[in-house]
């Protein structure tokens, strides 16, 4: 039996459109732009959905002395080359200010 809900064509409809239009209207002017100046990566999905990320995460891997785990695999103490925390950075961080008068770390 065939789904006759499903759109059978590429084309958005005028709701689409407009969910699109609102969705701009409602966030582009406070979140988006306060995301954008932040650094953050903002991407938009259908229907008006948001996702916000920080490339700064793309600088924080797991420690491969420790396999993330912090501990030193050999005698049990903190891993020298994480401090113990089980992460590192690829890139160190630095403060930036920012437009609304945050300040935020920046790779």
Do not use: I
Not at 18 to 34: K, M, N, P, S, T
């Amino acid at each position: 039996m065939e789904d006759h809900n499903l759109p059978t064509s590429g084309q958005r409809g005028w709701f689409d459109r407009l969910l699109d239009r609102l969705g701009a209207w409602l966030f582009a002017a406070e979140e988006d732009a306060r995301a954008t100046a932040r650094g953050w990566e903002v991407r938009r999905g259908p229907r008006g959905a948001r996702t916000y990320r920080d490339p700064r995460w793309d600088t924080v891997h797991g420690c491969h002395s420790c396999g993330g785990h912090g501990l030193s695999l050999t005698d049990g103490a903190a891993c020298p080359a994480c401090a113990g925390t089980g992460v590192v950075r690829s890139a160190p961080a630095t403060t930036v200010p920012v437009a609304d008068g945050w300040k935020g770390a920046r790779s």
